[in-house]
Each structure stands twice: as structure tokens, then as C-alpha cells.
């Protein structure tokens, strides 16, 4: 019955030539994958590659931070026959040091702006598996994202470095001369803004990796800037008038204006008198190492207990 039954002696299925080609190139590994995601992930904080509304966010903040140096440059004839006649004080003006303490909420809000966007969206969308089945695993993965975040914020921290490098050289008579004088004044700007970037990336992103929604990873970022900065300030001005000794070290422990403090240890100025005497500026850049090591941790911990 078998042999004149057609179907039982056809084959069971076929095989169709969709034109797939094996992979030939070479095969780059571990450490080119990470490379790949990394400049993936700083095209994106940019909006690279994406509609132009994705852009909006990060370089209208970039130019707010920058905008009061930018100013100096543009003015620097103005601004230097001024100060020559006595009607401007250089000190009023921003310079490398003071520059982060002065302006440093607009760096929040880059943080608040673009932290979820490198790290929500693959949890949302459920593509981490993807990732973690490739070359990279989960610390690279995590470290690739902080290092673009750090790269992003250090770029942004640095072009008012360069604005006022070339304006203080155009405010002098001499500009040969000045490049020369002006060299140690802005080199310190390199290691505090390194410290900067990457205490405040690794703050960001840890918080923006417990939330799949943009929003709420946002909401996060802002609550803990605000809480961690203001509330131990508070605490601190309140303990001091009353003498106590113990609150002269909670400002290590606020973000902006520890960071702000580190920065008077690179270019070794005073430490401001409504700030405890008994704390010297090196304990605030270690307080920032220590905030940088803990923050990272906490994101390398998250992806690897994260479902993917």
C-alpha cells in the first residue's frame, strides 16, 4: 500500500537557497566588541544617527555650560581694556577653577538628559540577551556605557577650558608669551575634569540602570542631586552653628560642591571660609575616588544580576 501511496514516499520537507553567505572577515573579539559598543553608545548621548529632536537635549546643554566662557572669548578685547582701567576685577570673572562651581547644574541636567537614554532602552526593549550572547559580557557591557558617558561629560567639561585658554591669551599684549604662562594655569583643568566625569557618570548611570523608563531613571538622577547636595549642606550649616564636629565632614559626601572643592586641590587654591578648616581640599578628591570606585561597582553588580 506503501508503494502506491505518493506522499509516503516523497521527502518530508525542502531545502531552499535563500543566498545566505557564511562570515569570512576576521573575527575581532572581545575587546573590539567593547570598542563597538562604546562608540556606539557616545554617537547616541549625541543623538548621532537619530532625528534631530535626539540632538536637541545634549548640545543645547553642552552650549549653556560653555556659553559664560564662550562670552569671555568673544569679548576678550572689551573685557581686557577694562580690566586695564581698573572697571572690571579679573576675579569676577570665571577661570579654570571656579568655572565647574559656578555653572556646574547645567552638567545635572546633561546627566538627567542623557544617563537613561544610554542604558534604559536596551532593558525596555528586552535586547540585553543579545549583547550577553556575543563576545562581551556583562562588566564589559557596563563599562563600555560608563567610559561613553565619562568620554561625553569630559568633552563637555573641556570646551570652556579651551574658550577661556584662548581668550585669556587674546586679553594679553603679548600672545607668544602668554601661551607659555597660560600652559600651567590650564593643565590642572585635565585631571580635576577627568575626576569630575567620571564621579558623576558613574553616579548617574548606576541609578538610571534600575529603571527600564527613561522618566523614572530621570526622576532618579534629579531626586538624588538635589537630596545628596542640599539636604547634608543644610545639616552641615545647622551642626556648625550649634558646634558640632561631626558635620564638618558631610560636605565629602555632596556631589556638585565636593567635586567643586577636589578642583580647588588641582589648581591649589584656598579652600572657601564657609567650608570646614578641619577638612583640607585632598580629602574631597579622595571623597570623589571613593563616590567614583562605589558608583561603579554598584553598576557592575547590577548587570550581573540583571535578567537577561
Known amino acids: 500500500m506503501s508503494a502506491g501511496n505518493p506522499a509516503a514516499s516523497s521527502p518530508a520537507g525542502s531545502i531552499y537557497d535563500l543566498g545566505y553567505r557564511h562570515y569570512e572577515g576576521k573575527r575581532r573579539g572581545r575587546w573590539f566588541a567593547a570598542w563597538s559598543l562604546y562608540v556606539d553608545s557616545l554617537r547616541g548621548i549625541w543623538g548621532f544617527g537619530r532625528p534631530t ?22 569679548f576678550s578685547s572689551i573685557i ?39 542604558v534604559c532602552r536596551d532593558q525596555r526593549y ?30 563637555v567639561l573641556m570646551v570652556p577650558v579651551i574658550a577661556l585658554f584662548i581668550g585669556d591669551i587674546l586679553m594679553s599684549a603679548d600672545a607668544f608669551k602668554a601661551i607659555g604662562s597660560e600652559w600651567p594655569k590650564a593643565l590642572p583643568s585635565i585631571p580635576s575634569n577627568l575626576l569630575i566625569a567620571a564621579s558623576v557618570a558613574s553616579i548617574a548611570l548606576a541609578l538610571s540602570s534600575y529603571s527600564p523608563r527613561r522618566a523614572y531613571a530621570a526622576v532618579g538622577v534629579l531626586a538624588y542631586f538635589l537630596l545628596v547636595e542640599f539636604v547634608p549642606l543644610v545639616i552641615y550649616g545647622i551642626g556648625h552653628e550649634a558646634g558640632a564636629k561631626w558635620v564638618d565632614y558631610l560636605p565629602l559626601i555632596t ?3 565636593g567635586l567643586s572643592r ?25 571623597a570623589g575616588l571613593v563616590s567614583t570606585l562605589l558608583f561603579t561597582g554598584i553598576l557592575a553588580w547590577r548587570y550581573r544580576r540583571i535578567a537577561a
Request: no cysteine; glycine share 6%.
Open 80 to 118: 581686557s581694556n577694562s580690566i586695564a582701567t581698573g572697571a572690571t576685577n579679573p576675579a569676577d570673572l570665571p577661570n579654570y577653577a571656579n568655572y565647574f562651581a559656578g555653572i556646574g547644574t547645567f552638567i545635572v541636567l546633561f546627566l538627567i538628559a542623557q544617563a537613561p537614554e544610554v
Open 262 to 286: 577636589a578642583t580647588d586641590w588641582f589648581f591649589g587654591t584656598p579652600i572657601p571660609p564657609d567650608f570646614p578648616s578641619s577638612i583640607g581640599a585632598g580629602a574631597y578628591v579622595l
Open 126 to 155: 528586552q535586547v540585553l540577551p543579545l549583547y550577553f550572547t556575543r563576545a562581551i559580557d556583562r562588566f564589559d557591557y557596563a563599562m563600555a556605557r560608563l567610559l561613553s558617558l565619562a568620554t561625553a561629560l569630559f568633552l
Open 255 to 257: 556631589p556638585n560642591t
Open 53 to 74: 529632536s535626539a540632538k536637541a537635549a545634549p548640545f543645547i546643554l553642552a552650549g549653556l555650560y560653555a556659553l559664560p566662557a564662550v562670552i569671555v572669548l568673544a
